[in-house]
């Protein structure tokens, strides 16, 4: 079955998070593979967050993916967002490009290798909830030892010439304000407003921002390079601040009782990206220290995470890419998370590497082009081949 039909198949099988049910796109993907003779189980949380491993004993690869999208409202496509028609050289739809098209390219390489009676030197890893955090996905996988750490490739859509090797850290965090009620006509004279508190603190998380931090000449040529690389994928400028500095979103702030009431209460729900060389510890010391009316509450922190340039996986990830497209080939680092930092932290070795338009990440008219989906394709089928033992030769 051709690449672009596999993905125009997932896209076709809604698995919107929420509400997260991945159990009928889970199933689509273990009929494949028992169609070209790989074995799979499925596990989950038993209310349709299902996901799939496909082990492959001592092997030194893995391929993972996950199959949950971000939710798509119809207004504003041009077509319907689980359509998945293939039109104009694209499959269209919903996760055509985070990241059903690299599930799907994972599931054609396999088929290219059975096709011609080879092994597949990889385990395959098909998971349920990497876009809201990985709880019952690959967090769950790991938990239960169910994936031995290994070289790892992460289907996510990046930049074509060049792989993801690193992200920022994350930090969420939630700090609830309390204040001396009054009525409201005495403030300021009288009174403490919770809401207000969130005012200077705030500020402060402004002058972190433009703080930069210390790291090696290494890391500091690739998070340039990585800057320019996404200053042009996005038509973004500042990308370079966006990777060197802390960056911070008030996603949620919430308070008060009464328009005529000094507010007695206020809470911020607050999401941080850590760059590499700052303490998270540190970080959270400062803000406790700028916000004493304010009882803060960490839910998740994660550090910054890197493969090292030099691994195997690395360089055999860009010599397959250049022999596919040509051109200077080199690995970036970015500021959003995935699953890598979980699989890193366990002791895998991982590289994000993908088809996909980065410009409709998440956004309407999600598509990616046929021609990103056969090369993403011959990509892993040619590192498979180099783990399988029989190196490519390499022009």
Known sequence: MH?????SDLVKIKSENPPNRT???????????????????ISGNGQGMDNLVALQKNAPLMFCGHVDVVPALADGWSRPPFSGAIEDGYVWGRGATDMKGGCAAILAACQDRADRDCGIPATLAFVCDEETGGINGIRYLLSHNALPPCDCIIAEPT????????????????LAFEGVPAHGSLYPAVGVSAIMETMPFLSYMNELHNTEYPVDETLREIIDSSSGVLEKEFGMSGAGNILKRMTFNPGVISGGEKSNVVAQHCDLELEMRIPWGCSISDLLAGIAAHAP????????SFTPSITDPASPLVSITCREVERVYGGTVAP???????????????GFS?????????????????RTSVD?????????SGIMQHYAGNKRQVS
């Open 3 to 7: 690449v672009s039909r596999i993905c």
């Open 23 to 41: 159990e009928d796109v889970i199933a689509y993907i273990r009929d494949f593979l028992d169609g070209i003779g790989i074995r799979s189980s």
């Open 159 to 174: 930049p074509v010439r060049h792989p993801n090797i690193g992200q920022k850290g994350l930090c969420r965090v939630s």
């Open 293 to 300: 009316h304010a009882t803060m509450t960490t839910h998740e």
């Open 332 to 346: 970036i680092v970015q500021w959003a998370a995935s699953d890598a930092r979980h699989l890193r932290m366990q």
């Open 350 to 366: 991982v590289i994000e590497y993908g088809p996909g338009e980065m410009s409709c990440l998440h956004a309407v008219n999600e």
């Open 372 to 380: 990103s989906l056969e090369k993403a394709t011959a990509i892993y």
